[in-house]
């Protein structure tokens, strides 16, 4: 072919509709059950938008950014995460004066130049919602309820919820030094990019997944974060571990989990397949204090999460146990001549403004042909109209299951017309 989708994207093709479907009305039935409310946003933004936001010694902004001039000259970035373009929002629109914390979820596609592999795309779709204007320990776990209850909604049954507190910004200088002061002694033996992280931004040695150096033995011997925590950042930690075990939340401590965005301040989470690696979180998120401020506001709190769709979709694929709903017609609509061929238009029509799934036969094709094609698509019925049936004004119906059939008068098919083909 001439044509493909570019590298790291691809089609959802209609067979993949039902999991996208069931996905996303999982997203917006657990988000409207907490309060939380839609917002959508531009696909691209300001580029310092993400440089401020994300922070320039991120991969995201390093690597992954898809960011260009447009005929203005300016610069613009098409969406590599949500949170950023969600707190301009909040904070453009004047939402301080609303109830706090305003409570906001979005479903959105995100774009990050990176090397497509399992679960990873160039372009990637995520759910996540954000709460903002509450500091308390108490929306860190009704946040981590929700994320719990829309994956076991969605379908995901096995999961490990990994959580970790790295502090904020008068606590973390003290863990990064001690990051320093452990990794300095042994540079030669991690990759070239941990070497820049190590100059540039200690904290995302954390985040290497390279396995060519020693970079993962590393973080494994690294100090702990949860070990420099301020007395604000330590009572915090107590009292969301106390919440989540109210909630029989099942979490594992994870000492090494920083995420891989500069905005994150002390909660930090992620959940995997039970049975998977590194590399396939399925949902990930924190708290965000000190954003605000860095855009330009006054000091708001705010915690929420992203959680990539493609990668549900391929974790419910691999599970035989899950079982999506196929869409198939109701009823086959089989036409015999020119005069049968105007008539099940008008029956067609019909009976879909009354709520059916209607699929109307190839035309040109034979009785046969028109049967394969009904079973082919699995329907539950077929309507069969020839020229004896616009005579006797009396249609065929048949049950496609158990091979019954029954004459019903072609003016008065209705939905009720099926209910008793047994």
Known sequence: MRYRSPRGTQDILPELQPYWHHIVQSAENIATKYNYKKIDTPMFEDTDLFLRG????TDI???EM??????GGDSLTLRPEGTASICRAYIEHGMHTLPQPVRLYYIAPAFRYERPQRGRFRQHHQFG???IGDGSPIIDA??????YQYLYSAGISKMQFMINNIGDKSCRPMFVNALVEFYKKRLDDICEDCRLRFSKNPLRLLDCKRTDYLCQQMIGDSPHTV???CTECDEHWNRLLSYLDSLNINYIINPRLVRGLDYYTKTVFEVHPQESGSQTALLGGGRYDGLMEELG???VPGIGFGSGIERIVGELRTNKNFVIKELIPDAIMIHIGSPASLEVIKIASSLRNEGMNIVIAPDGRSLRGQMRYAESMKASYVIIIGQNEIDSGL????NMSNGTQKSCPINELSPDSFSNID
Do not use: H, M, N
């Open 227 to 229: 070990d420099y925590l």
């Open 142 to 147: 009704e946040i981590i309820e929700l994320a």
């Open 297 to 299: 506001s006054k000091p």
């Open 61 to 63: 902004v390093e690597k």
């Open 54 to 57: 994300v922070g320039e010694g």
């Open 66 to 71: 898809y960011t260009f001039l447009d005929r």
């Open 395 to 398: 249609a065929q119906v048949k």
């Open 129 to 131: 919602l954000e709460a």
